[in-house]
């Protein structure tokens, strides 16, 4: 049996994340958030005294032994511990550029992603999605906004704590990390479908691609 797998790549603040969840729903497809997999390692290595550094002497194998991640619903749970409220702190944000250009890193996410799509239709976002983890997607969007907009987003999300200048230069020293970094950087794939979210509302935004993605189907 063939399964549907709409992937999404985009920076990070355009709403993914939403964006995913709510389709996800519409469409009673399987949400996965790859970006809240790599925060969870992140999120392993602060309770764990590592850095960028050290982290390159844990192989995959050995990750994947220590590590267990699981997505219920919009919870993550690291080790069977709740990890929701420390997914977006300042700290993890400024880890995850960095840890997300080791190779077995991604990899141990990626295999994650990939045997959940093998056995039902899924909505997955990231930043490597539409050209590294999933290429042949049925469906493939590159999801965006302005920085500013962006940065506003992430610092409502803090609860409007910290600086927003801070915050928006944060957000385009990550897009730059993103798309330079050697290892998968991320890229608008050729055949994406295009979804500016700075002015559309998120309900739009959903419709809008849950009626692209029908009509493709449906052809």
Not at 9 to 37: C, E, H, Q, R, W
Not at 73 to 90: A, C, G, M, Q, V
Not at 136 to 150: D, G, Q
Request: glycine letters at 4%; proline letters at 4%.
């Amino acid at each position: 049996m063939n399964f549907y797998q709409i992937a999404m790549d985009g920076p990070a603040g355009a709403g993914k994340s939403t964006v995913a969840k709510l389709l996800a729903k519409k469409l009673n497809f399987t949400y996965i958030n790859s970006g809240g997999m790599f925060r969870s390692v992140a999120i392993y290595m602060l309770n764990n005294n590592l850095t960028p550094e050290t982290i390159e002497i844990v192989r995959s194998d050995i990750l994947a032994e220590k590590i267990k991640i699981n997505q219920v619903k919009e919870d993550f749970f690291l080790n069977n511990e709740n990890i929701t409220h420390r997914l977006h702190s300042p700290e993890v944000s400024k880890l995850v550029p960095f840890i997300s250009r080791f190779p077995f890193i991604r990899d141990f996410v990626e295999g994650n992603s990939i045997k959940i799509a093998n056995t039902q239709n899924i909505v997955i976002e990231g930043r490597d999605t539409t050209t590294v983890v999933f290429p042949n997607a049925t469906m493939k969007c590159w999801v965006f906004a302005e920085p500013l907009v962006r940065a506003q987003r992430r610092w409502e999300q803090n609860g409007k704590v910290g600086d927003l200048q801070q915050i928006l230069e944060d957000v385009n020293k990550r897009d730059k990390m993103d798309t330079e970094r050697e290892i998968a950087p991320m890229k608008r794939a050729i055949d994406a479908f295009d979804v500016d979210t700075s002015i559309m509302s998120i309900e739009e935004v959903v419709e809008k691609i849950a009626n692209e993605f029908h009509s493709r189907i449906n052809k």
